[in-house]
């Protein structure tokens, strides 16, 4: 049944009517099937947004040089106690992420989208990866709760996401650049 999915002459609706039909296996071949179908999904999902992509960057227009921003990332090259972070203030819609986005290009720059309670969420942050970390709706209170984190200085940072804090990891953010956006 599972060959006959793969060869691409089964649906995945047809392998499960099979599989119900057959008896053996039910769970696994089921919960396989459930996993193939959400995979499928998920690349048809990254194509489509691929092309959204694609098809938005045609309409671009360039941003507007800000002599303070390229100063700071400037001064993030040089060796530093602790490091300024830069905050992107102003109304809804006129693009201040996307403007930090396009600062180290959003391949390199790690969106992280700031809770009510003030929790971040930095686990998929990569000092190889990334060179910036963007902080999106961060509130000042966010922003004094974690001021290790945001003087940027060379040393590890203990995040954790609960309040016990007991699945901790370390994060260093030193030459990394902060962007706050609120």
Not at 106 to 117: F, G, H, K, M, S
Not at 126 to 134: A, D, N
Not at 166 to 180: E, P, Q
Request: net charge positive; charged share 25%.
């Amino acid at each position: 049944i599972t060959q006959r999915l793969q060869d691409g002459k089964f649906t995945v609706e047809a392998c499960r009517q099979q599989y119900v039909l057959c008896g053996k296996r039910l769970r696994e071949n089921l919960a396989n099937l459930e996993a193939v179908q959400r995979e499928r999904e998920r690349m048809a999902d990254s194509g489509k947004r691929a092309a959204v992509v694609r098809s938005l960057k045609t309409t671009d227009q360039p941003w507007r040089y800000i002599p303070e921003v390229h100063q700071w990332v400037h001064d993030l090259a040089r060796p530093h106690h602790r490091a300024p972070f830069l905050v992107l203030e102003g109304g809804s819609c006129l693009g201040k992420t996307r403007f930090a986005l396009a600062v180290y290009g959003p391949e390199r720059t790690l969106e992280v989208t700031c809770t009510e309670d003030g929790v971040l969420d930095l686990r998929e942050f990569s000092r190889e990866h990334h060179r910036c970390i963007l902080f999106d709706e961060c509130s000042p209170t966010t922003v004094l709760r974690h001021r290790k984190l945001f003087q940027g200085t060379n040393s590890d940072i203990s995040m954790g996401l609960s309040t016990t804090c007991i699945y901790t990891y370390k994060v260093c953010t030193y030459g990394v650049g902060l962007i706050v956006c609120s």
